[in-house]
């Protein structure tokens, strides 16, 4: 088949992009919890480079010997695919492209099972020597070794007479980060962190129909489908803006918690943010953390998919150290402005923002003078006028500053100016 110069060569992993899991652990997890860890171990040498794909492959293949082709069967029936898998291979080749699945660790004839249930036109595994019925524990074919995928998808090319810069791949592991090199764009889906610095794109999540979006921008879009894009991320943008804000106010709760148990509301700010620093590490490398990584994702700026998101940590910090620095009147006057002042700052900014601040384009004067109103408005309730408005002109200065630390400085800038003020 020989394409036209529009028609794209799209490479989807299969573990973990197609696959909401790994082939391999599930086959591990199927011949015993030993055996399982044994190979969840070996995975994660192999994330860290202390292996190499065939190192990877012949130790954990080899202890599946004797495996039945019936039981490779029962496990590849129970694998779950993403949302929407099958929707989005049909809308690709619906544009005219090609669609090859390609893993390195399913076999050969599970994988073009697979593309035909799929409707992809390519799907290349290991091979996987079978003998009388049974796996003999030995591998080989192109995808066994760590050059593989770069090798079959040049036949793949040759074949459709196109070239590497009609070549889309989307991946998860850093297996795929030499084809990802030679291609015209990657799209890490649910990555780990190599493949997050690396790709392209970057989608998260278990819809792989979030995939489409990029390989239209891809594939010079017209400027309706441009168009509904800005209108879907600006959407997006502001979505993401109003959660991260709806965590803010929650702070507003901590005065009261502290209240009731000073020593418990500390405790568990503290185990809070242990945690949530541990889920974004899990995130970093496409491992979905319960609870906290549906919270993350859906809250993350575009900028912060490729690094750590630190200001739920900094915010839960800034409160910690409050707390525990100043006395509870200061302190509570302090995290309501940190709740409620920041987050109708940003949208007064983002929404009614016209004039910048000189020192800070970032910022603008409309945000800041919302900041300021609200500020008095949360002190009022607590300290004296006087006071009130001090609290309110500190606050709204240190928002006002380039600062990358603003749920640090100012709680910390505020509280310190009060206490000299008040004491």
């Known amino acids: 088949m020989v394409n ?178 030679l291609a015209k764009a990657s799209i890490g889906f649910n990555s780990n962190y190599p493949v997050r610095k690396k790709a392209k794109y970057l989608v998260d999540g278990n819809d792989l129909k979030k995939v489409l979006d990029y390989i239209k921008i891809e594939d010079d879009p017209t400027f309706a489908e441009l168009s509904s894009g800005l209108r879907r991320e600006f959407a997006f943008s502001w979505s993401q803006e109003f959660k991260r804000k709806a965590i803010h106010v929650c702070a507003a709760f901590i005065p009261i918690f502290a209240s009731i148990n000073f020593s418990l509301t500390i405790k568990l700010l503290l185990i809070i943010s242990i945690l949530y620093l541990f889920s974004e590490w899990l995130r970093l490398n496409g491992i979905t953390f319960p609870i906290l990584s549906f919270i993350t994702r859906s809250c993350t700026r575009t900028g912060e998919l490729r690094n750590f998101a630190f200001a739920p940590a900094k915010l839960s910090l800034g409160i910690v150290i409050t707390l525990l620095l100043f006395p509870k009147i200061i302190a509570y006057v302090v995290i309501m402005i940190l709740a409620f002042s920041d987050s109708i700052a940003t949208m007064a900014g983002r929404y009614y923002g016209r004039y910048r601040i000189p020192y800070n384009r970032m910022k603008s004067v409309e945000g800041s003078l919302a900041f300021f109103v609200s500020a008095f408005v949360c002190s009022i309730f607590f300290i004296p006028l006087k006071a009130a408005l001090i609290a309110a002109f500190v606050s709204c200065i240190i928002e006002s500053l380039p600062l990358r630390f603003d749920n640090l400085t100012i709680p910390l800038g505020t509280g310190l100016i009060l206490w000299l003020v008040i004491i």
């Open 4 to 181: 036209n110069l529009k028609n794209k060569l799209i490479v989807f992993d299969t573990d973990g992009v197609i696959f909401k899991s790994q082939f391999l652990l599930h086959l591990s997890w199927y011949s015993g919890i030993f055996n399982y860890l044994r190979s969840l171990f070996l995975c994660i040498l192999f994330n860290f480079k202390y292996l190499s794909i065939e190192e990877l492959l012949g130790r954990i293949f080899l202890r599946l010997k004797g495996m039945s082709e019936e039981e490779l069967w029962q496990v590849y029936y129970k694998m779950k695919i993403m949302k929407n898998a099958e929707e989005t291979i049909r809308s690709i080749r619906s544009r005219g492209h090609c669609v090859a699945l390609m893993s390195s660790g399913v076999p050969d004839f599970l994988v073009r099972h697979l593309a035909r249930k799929l409707h992809a036109n390519y799907g290349y595994g290991i091979d996987t020597m079978i003998a009388n019925g049974a796996f003999t524990g030995e591998i080989g074919g192109l995808l066994s070794r760590h050059d593989g995928k770069a090798l079959v998808v040049e036949q793949i090319l040759r074949e459709n007479n196109i070239s590497w810069s009609s070549v889309i791949v989307v991946g998860d592991d850093r297996n795929n980060l030499d084809i990802m090199a």
